[in-house]
Every structure is written in C-alpha cells, then in structure tokens.
C-alpha cells in the first residue's frame, strides 16, 4: 500500500504549536472492561491529535471499541493509562467546551425542540433571554423555523437529530465529539444534515472527531481519516484527505475521482472478512 | 391529537372540493368506534343487572341474600334523600385524599431521593422490601391505639397503603433514566443536582403517575380499613354497619358509592397527568 498521502499519528505533539496548544492530544491511552472478574482490553495502545479547526474522521471495524474512546475523551470513562490532554492540559472530568453527539438524538420528551436545545445554556447559567435568543438563531440557522415549540414526539428522525445538533452547537463548543450520529437516517436526510453541519462547523473554526463505520461519510466530511485495527484497538493509518479547497460541500465531494480513491484504500485497511 | 404537521400534510395533498376531508373521516372513525365500545359496555351492564333483578324477585330468599338493583336503588335513593351518602361518601373521600396525598408526598420524595445514593437505597432495599409485605389491616388495632378511632388514624391507615408503592415507583423511574441522557448532562457541565431536577424527576413522572394511579385504590381501601375497625360515619362503618343488620342491599348501595368515588378519584388523577404531562398529550 502506497501511503503519499498517509501520516500516522505522531504521539507527544501536544506541545504548544505557533503559541497554542492543540485542541486534543491522546497519548498511549488504554482502556479495558473488567469481564467477570478477567480484564479484556478493549482499546490497546491508541494516539491522536487534533488541530484546531480540523475535522478528524474515524473509522474502525465494527466492535473495535470506538465508543469506549469516545466516552474515555469525554471523560466520561478514566483511561487505564496515557494522557489525554483538551488544550494541552489534563482534566480530571468532563472537559469544557467539548460538544457529544450521539446517534441517539436524547432529547427530553418533555422538552419542545426550543428547550432542549437550551439545556446546555440553562446548566451553565445563562440568562433565560439570552438562551432562548441564541437557541431560536441556532434553530433558525439549521433550518428548524416554526418548530421550536413542537415537542420532539412530534418531529421527524432527521428533525429531532437537527434538534440535537443545535443543542451541541449553541453552547459554542471548541470541539465536537461525535459518535455516529446520523446513522439511523435514512441517506439523504443524513447528506443533507452532515451538509449543514460540516459548514457550521468551518465556518465556525471548531474542531470536530467524528466517529463512524461509514467510510463514504469519513472521507466525505474529514481532513484526515484515522483508521483503527481491531480489538483491543490501536491506529493501523491515517489519511490526510485532499479534495480541493471547498470542503464545506460534502455532496458534491462525492463526486470527485479522488474520493473513490480514499475510500477503496480506506476499506481495504479496514480488512473486512467477506463470508 | 392530530398536529400541525399531519394537518397542513394531509391538507396538501387534499384534492380541491371533494367531499369531507382525510382528517373529518379519521376522526369519525375515532369517534364511532369510541361511541361503539360505550354502547357495548352499556348494554353489558344492563343485562347483568336485569338477569340479576329478575333472579332475585321481591320478598325471596334470593333478595334477602344477594339483594336486588332495584333494592339497591331504592337505598340510594334514601340515603341520598336523608343525607347520609353525601356526609359518608365526603368523610371517606376526605380521609382517602389525605392519605393518597400524604401516602405519594413521601413516598415519592424519599423514592426519587434514593437516586441520589447509591449507597443508602442499597441499605434501604431490604427494609422496603420487608415493610411492603406486611399486610396493611394487619397494623390497623396498632394505628388505632396510636392515632385514635377519628379522621387521623383513617388517614394514618390510608397513608400506610400508599407509602411504599410510591417509593418503589418513583424509585424505580429514577434509576431507570437512560444513561446516556446522564451522560449527555454530564458533558453540558450537569452538577448532579442539575441531573436530578432537570432529567431524574421529569423522567420519572411517567412512573410517578402510574403510581398514583395504582395507590388511589389503595388509599380507599386504607381508609376503608380503618373504618371498619372503629368509626362512627364513613363508607366503611355504613357497609360495615348494614352488614352487621344483614341489610344487603344497603352493603351493594355503600358500594356503588365507593365505586363512583374510586372512579372520580381515578378521572381527576388522569386530568392532573395529562396537565402536567403536556408532551404526552401532543404526541
């Protein structure tokens, strides 16, 4: 395999770059469950950056414990060693300014699409006027006009995903931690939100690590794909992805030669056992 | 129940002047099948109740055992006429609502607080466990020596039925939030406070109500209970009474009143839900 335009992960690069610290540095981290009393590693040796305002795909074998990484980033799970460090340091809990999504949306019930997308600003303190400003602007912004005060019973998968999208985005989050989050709708619906989505966040210069068994969506919305081996999980490449300047366009994206080119590559890394 | 989505949907696709709309015909349809079970179960009730008149004809042993619908009217008629249903249907729905209140207040606060540790509703467990299993009459001669034999111990006896049965409902709502929605407070900056009063308690009100409605029983049967015991007016001491003197269908009248007021009790839990429960209704 021809790696031109592969770069592994360089482990210890957190270290201030043009006099600011990296937004996410994993170093050598380690995660295992204990399983009726014998500890079974799931991830095994794992490192990787991410430089502010870069997208970061990645992509792994289905079971290869990319879940566990996200809620270990999150802080959500205390790793078994290495260092993870949000803006080069350490944090013991929930780092701030971090964005989670899942692919379950999560939204309250008894929330309308407007007040679930103020939980993030109500936690935190902000004035009620303000939240409910900023919150109605984010729900305009992704195309939810008119359905603020419609409870999430009453929307669409895709619309209560936008919902939940909104409430990541209003809080205005350095970077985003995304755990397949769009992979229960439907094919269009799931383009047209990664769309908007990936514009946002360019425009907005956030950082975002997109977790995903959809290699078309990593290569598509990523700058860099990181692939991952299989249980217990360490990087096996990663893949600067060049499409051309316009990266806010992931429809179109599609349509470039190159893209096929990355996904082949990247789909024979993944080494899928065909039965 | 329909939105504004189906609406405008539907409306959309409605063709110019033809006839009643989609929505129209849905909801006649809603409405005929609701009228068609009301009717059934009308007519359910009236064959029982003229096979059991006809079986049981004036003066026969049969009416003095199992009395008679029109024995029983007649009673309710009378004990309408002097009074007495409204003051004993008001002093068993006085004592059933203080003790349904009391009996749900704390039992659901202590069951929701138990979210918060771990700890101490792993030491709790057992106990809850041990006082649900005793039979509430079986405290009744205690709870009449401790409180007395007027409204407090009718209460007191109500509020023992409802206690634990709110405790483990709402204690099971808590505990059973998705734990990706803590997870998901959690990395919005969530204190556990936070957690609690914004996830943990709404979450669990869908339990919570379920548990109210289960317990409006059992707080009738608490204060019922305790009126048989010792009471001077109530439902209880009215059937207790008319069976003592074998007036049956006096007991059957008692009874009727304490149905309806079951029901009503029941209706009026059902309209807070859906008040406080709003997202419920929409969906």
């Excluded at chain 2, 110019?16 to 015909?25: D, I, K, T």
């Excluded at chain 2, 409204?151 to 709110?166: D, G, P, Q």
Aim: hydrophobic letters at 50%; one cysteine or more; glycine letters at 8%.
């Amino acid at each position: 395999m021809s790696a031109e335009a592969a770069t592994y992960a360089r482990p210890g690069e957190g270290e201030a770059v043009n006099g600011t610290a990296l937004p996410l540095v994993v170093e050598h981290v380690a995660k295992g469950y204990d399983f009726n009393g014998k500890v079974v590693p799931v991830i095994a040796d794992l490192s990787l950056t991410l430089r502010k305002g870069e997208i970061v795909s990645v992509v792994g074998p289905s079971g290869c414990g990319k879940t566990t990484l996200l809620n270990t980033l999150c802080g959500l799970l205390a790793p078994d060693a290495g260092r993870i460090r949000w803006h080069g340091r350490q944090v013991v809990g929930q780092p701030q300014n971090v964005g989670y999504m899942l692919q379950k949306d999560l939204l309250f019930p008894w929330r309308t699409a407007l007040a679930n997308t103020m939980l993030g600003l109500e936690i935190r303190g902000v004035a009620a006027a303000e939240a409910e400003d900023r919150s109605r602007a984010m729900l305009d912004q992704l195309g939810l006009h008119g359905f603020a005060d419609h409870y999430p019973a009453t929307l669409s998968g895709g619309m209560r995903q936008r919902v939940a999208l909104a409430r990541t985005l209003v809080n205005d989050p350095d970077v985003l931690l995304l755990d397949e989050p769009f992979a229960a709708l439907d094919f269009q619906t799931k383009l047209l939100i990664e769309n908007d989505m990936v514009s946002l966040v360019r425009k907005g210069g956030r950082s975002m690590l997109l977790i995903t068994h959809d290699i078309e969506e990593a290569v598509s919305i990523a700058d860099r794909v990181i692939v991952l081996t299989r249980r217990p999980t360490a990087v096996k490449a990663a893949y600067e992805i060049e499409l051309g300047p316009d990266r806010a366009d992931v429809i179109s994206l599609r349509e470039n030669p190159d893209f096929s080119r990355y996904v082949r590559r990247i789909w024979a890394d993944l080494d899928v056992a065909i039965q | 129940m329909t939105t504004d989505i189906e609406t405008s949907m539907v409306d959309a696709s409605k063709p110019a002047g033809s006839g009643p709309s989609p929505v129209a015909r849905a909801k006649w349809t809603r409405l005929r099948f609701g009228i068609a079970v009301l009717a059934t179960q009308v007519l359910v009730l009236a064959a029982c109740l003229v096979l059991w008149e006809r079986a049981t004809p004036k003066g026969s042993p049969a009416a003095f055992m199992f009395g008679s619908p029109s024995a029983i009217a007649g009673f309710l008629m009378q004990m309408a006429q002097d009074g007495s249903l409204w003051r004993d249907a008001a002093v068993t729905g006085m004592e059933t609502l203080l003790g349904f209140f009391m009996g749900n207040l704390v039992g659901t606060l202590l069951g929701l607080s138990l979210w918060y540790s771990r700890f101490v509703s792993r030491v709790v467990e057992p106990f809850v466990i041990a006082l649900g299993s005793i039979p509430i009459i079986a405290l009744a001669p205690i709870v009449i020596i401790w409180f007395g034999t007027g409204l407090v111990s009718k209460v007191a006896m109500s509020t023992l039925s409802v206690v634990i049965v709110a405790l483990v409902t709402s204690y099971k709502g808590a505990v059973g939030v998705d734990g990706d929605q803590i997870n998901l407070m959690k990395t919005l900056g969530a204190s556990k406070f936070q957690i609690f009063r914004k996830l943990v308690i709404p979450a669990s009100l869908t339990d919570i109500f379920a548990g109210l409605k289960l317990t409006v029983g059992f707080a009738l049967i608490g204060a019922i209970v305790g009126e048989f015991m010792s009471s001077s007016e109530g439902l209880g001491h009215a059937i207790f009474k008319a069976g003592s003197l074998y007036i049956i269908p006096k007991v059957f009248a008692a009874l009727v009143v304490t149905i309806v007021l079951a029901l009503v009790l029941t209706w009026l839990v059902g309209k807070i839900e859906r008040l406080l429960m709003p997202w419920r209704r929409q969906a």
